[in-house]
C-alpha cells in the first residue's frame, strides 16, 4: 500500500504515461455528510496495480491524473467515486470511461454491478467477501486487499472488450457522447441548498407561503449538515422540516409538540429554525417555488405514455441498447404531454443521440405516421412505417 507523498507522485507520474488507468475507491459513508474515504485503487494493466491509504496521504497529486484529458480513467458506475475523487484532489475529471454506462450501449444492462459484468465479460467471478468492510481501520488485511485489487484489475480488459463490441455494432459515437456528460464540472459539485427542498417528501401538499419556508428550512439543513460533516437526517428529519413548514412558528417556544424534534435539538436549533421560517414568510408571493408541474392523469394520456414506452423497450432490446439507458418513465411522459409542439431543450429523448435513435421517432408514432406492431418471431414490438 502506498502511504507516503513520494510514493504518490511516483505512480502518478507512471500514470500518466498510460493511455488508460483503472480507478476505484473504498470508503465509509454511515455518520459523515461527506464519504470519509479510506483506499483508493489504480491500475495501470491487470498486474500493476496499486493500493493509495487515502487516509495517510495528500491527494492532490492524484488530480493531475483525473484531470489530463490524455489519459482515459476507468470506473466502473463512476459518478460516486469521481465527485468523492474530486473533492479529495480539487480536480475535475476529465477523460471518463464508465463500464457500467458503456454497456448498455452493447446489448447488456446499464445497471450491472461490476462483479456481473467481469462474469459476463472474462467469464471470471469476483469474490464479494470485504463488500461491507471498515475501509479506515488499519492494517488492512490480506482479503481486504485482494478485494480491493480485484475491484481494478479486470477493467483494463472489460474497457478493451466493450471498446471492441461498441466498435462492431457502430455505436461508438453514441457511447462517447454519453461518456462526455463526465467532463461537466457541475455533476461533481455539492447540490445547491435552495433546491433541496425538492427532496422533501410533501412539499407539493404545502402551500406556496409553506413552500417558501420549507425552501428556506431546507437550505439551512444542508448548509449545517455540511458544516457538522452530519447526514441531513442527523441534523433534522425531513418530517420535522415539513411540520415546521406547515405550522410557521415564530419562536422557539412554538416548536414545542412537533413531532420528532426532541428538546436538545429544539435547544440547539430553535432559533436557526424559526430564523429559517421568517426568512421564508417575509418572501413576496412571485418568489414563492412553484409546485411541480403535474402531467395529465385520464387514461388517454396513459395509454399513449404505455404505447411509447413499448415502442421504447422493443426498440431498445432490438437493436441491444439498454431501454434504460435511453429514457425513464417520466421522459416519455413528458415527451407525450409536449406534443404536438415539443420544446427541445427541455426534452431528454430530442437530444443528441436520443433523438437519432427514438426520439424522432416517437414523434412519428405520435403523430400517427408510424404504429407498433409485435413480431411473433422475436417477441418483440417495433416501430413500422404506417400502411
Known amino acids: 500500500m502506498i502511504d507516503t507523498q513520494r510514493g504518490l507522485e511516483a505512480l502518478v507520474e507512471r500514470a500518466l504515461d498510460a493511455d488508460a488507468v483503472a480507478l476505484d475507491t473504498e470508503f465509509v459513508w454511515e455518520r459523515t455528510y461527506y464519504p470519509r474515504l479510506g483506499v483508493v485503487q489504480l491500475g495501470l494493466d491487470h498486474d500493476d496495480l496499486h493500493l493509495l491509504d487515502a487516509a495517510a496521504l ?8 483525473l484531470e489530463d484529458e490524455r489519459v482515459v480513467k476507468i470506473l466502473h458506475d463512476a459518478e460516486q467515486d469521481l465527485t468523492i475523487l474530486r ?10 470511461f464508465d463500464t457500467q454506462l458503456a454497456a448498455g450501449f452493447v446489448g447488456l444492462p446499464s445497471t450491472l454491478s461490476l462483479g456481473d459484468l467481469v462474469a459476463e465479460v472474462q467469464g471470471i467471478h469476483l469474490p464479494k467477501t470485504e463488500s461491507r468492510t471498515d475501509w479506515l481501520r488499519r492494517p488492512l488485511s490480506e482479503k481486504q486487499r485482494a478485494y480491493a485489487l480485484d475491484d481494478v484489475r479486470y477493467l483494463p480488459a472489460v474497457y478493451r472488450a466493450l471498446l471492441d463490441r461498441a466498435r462492431q455494432r457502430q455505436r461508438m459515437d453514441w457511447m462517447r457522447e454519453e461518456l462526455a456528460t463526465y467532463d461537466d464540472p457541475d455533476r461533481y459539485d455539492d447540490p445547491d441548498p435552495r ?36 447526514p441531513r437526517g442527523h441534523v ?24 420528532g424534534l426532541d428538546d436538545r435539538s429544539r435547544r440547539r436549533y430553535g432559533e436557526a429554525l424559526v430564523a429559517a421560517v421568517a426568512r421564508g414568510l417575509a418572501l413576496p408571493a412571485d418568489e414563492h417555488p412553484g409546485r411541480r408541474p ?3 392523469n385520464d387514461d388517454a394520456f396513459t395509454a399513449r405514455v404505455n404505447l411509447a414506452l413499448a415502442a421504447l423497450t422493443g426498440t431498445g432490446l432490438a437493436e441491444g441498447i439498454d431501454p434504460g439507458l435511453v429514457a425513464t418513465r417520466a421522459d ?3 415527451l407525450v404531454e409536449a406534443f404536438p409542439e ?17 426520439g424522432d421517432a416517437l414523434l412519428a408514432l405520435l403523430a400517427g405516421r408510424r404504429a407498433v406492431l409485435h413480431d411473433p418471431d422475436t417477441g418483440l414490438v417495433h416501430l413500422s412505417e404506417r400502411r
Open 195 to 230: 433546491r433541496q427542498h425538492l427532496r422533501v417528501s410533501g412539499a407539493g401538499r404545502l402551500t406556496g407561503r409553506q413552500r417558501a419556508v420549507l425552501r428556506e428550512l431546507a437550505a439551512w439543513r444542508e448548509e449545517e449538515a455540511r458544516r457538522q460533516d452530519r
Open 87 to 96: 473533492r479529495a484532489t480539487g480536480a475535475y475529471p476529465r477523460s471518463v
Open 236 to 259: 433534522v428529519h425531513d418530517k420535522v422540516l415539513g411540520a415546521v413548514a406547515r405550522r410557521l412558528p415564530r419562536t422557539p417556544n412554538d416548536l414545542g409538540g412537533v413531532r
Open 342 to 358: 415539443p420544446d427541445a431543450d427541455g426534452l431528454a429523448l430530442l437530444q443528441g443521440w436520443r433523438r437519432a435513435f427514438l
Open 332 to 334: 416519455v411522459a413528458a
Open 294 to 296: 403535474s402531467l395529465p
Open 58 to 65: 495528500d491527494l492532490a497529486p492524484l488530480g493531475r491524473l
